[in-house]
């Protein structure tokens, strides 16, 4: 992981090869002569055995959750997701993240997007990290067997680690304290999504975050699985999920690796 930027644009190179090798055969929404429905909602929840390396360790519990609203053409979707793990009193892991998405079509494959995020990760030193975001993205493939995305986003983000900011100091107000730890930041998210078979897929989905008063303060977090269906509303999930920070806090270590083992429930 020396080289995280690299290694994304390569995965790009690789998802965009891979769509444009795909024929189209049928997409995702209803037929293009038929009325579309004003309000489709669906969501999946999956409950997580997960083996940790990195800053977060051992054996632990995951719960993720997925709720999308889709409301002619414009899309909500809320994502909250929790690893947990704690021996002896003493938390192994503690990582929790949500994030709040509007996606307005423009066109066919164009949407303008607006993004409200938090996430804790105490074992990586970030108590807290939240972040307001705006900018667009493009549907570059949908059929009904391949879907690929990217999107561009620049807002505010706050970060309160271990190392740069001391909530617990009596000294300064807490407006003061919020803009030291403030910077403008850009999102950058890219997903793939492949259907097996009528009831298997495989994701791969690569988020980088760029703060943009430190261009070497960048994340990368990626994320592949591979899910089936064991029938209308549950079914099994491999995950793998690395996490890397170029700039750790100082005394963490820049990556985290998770292996997860899901039972999920679709509805």
Do not use: C
């Not at 999946?44 to 632990?60: I, V």
């Not at 704690?86 to 997007?113: P, V």
């Amino acid at each position: 992981m020396k080289h995280p930027l690299i290694l994304l644009v390569i995965l790009t190179l690789a998802g965009a090869g891979l769509a444009l090798g795909q024929s189209p055969e049928k997409t995702d929404g209803p037929a293009q002569d038929g009325p579309s429905p004003s309000f489709i909602y669906h969501s999946s929840t999956s409950f997580s055995f997960l083996l940790a390396s990195g800053n977060n360790s051992a054996l632990s519990f995951g719960f993720d959750t997925d709720q999308n609203f889709l409301m002619k053409g414009d899309s909500l979707n809320l994502k909250g997701s929790l690893i947990y793990a704690q021996a002896n009193g003493f938390k192994q892991n503690e990582i929790y993240y949500t994030h709040l998405k509007y996606n307005h079509r423009l066109s066919q494959g164009a949407y303008l997007l607006g993004l409200a995020r938090f996430e804790r990760d105490v074992r990586a030193g970030y108590p807290s990290r939240y972040s307001f975001s705006a900018g667009g993205g493009w549907t570059w493939v949908k059929t009904g067997r391949l879907n690929v995305f990217s999107d561009l986003a620049v807002g505010w983000s706050s970060e309160n680690s271990s190392a740069k900011v001391n909530l617990g100091d009596g000294s300064g107000s807490a407006l003061e304290k919020t803009l030291t730890s403030s910077f403008v930041s850009t999102i950058m998210t890219g997903r793939l999504t492949f259907n097996l078979s009528s009831n298997s897929q495989v994701v791969h989905q690569d988020v980088l975050y760029v703060n943009m008063r430190d261009f070497g303060g960048y994340r990368l977090n990626s994320l592949s699985s591979l899910s089936a269906s064991i029938s209308r509303y549950f079914g099994l999930k491999m995950s793998v999920q690395v996490n890397y920070e170029n700039k750790p806090v100082p005394g963490y270590k820049n990556t985290d690796i998770f292996l997860l083992s899901s039972l999920v429930i679709a509805i």
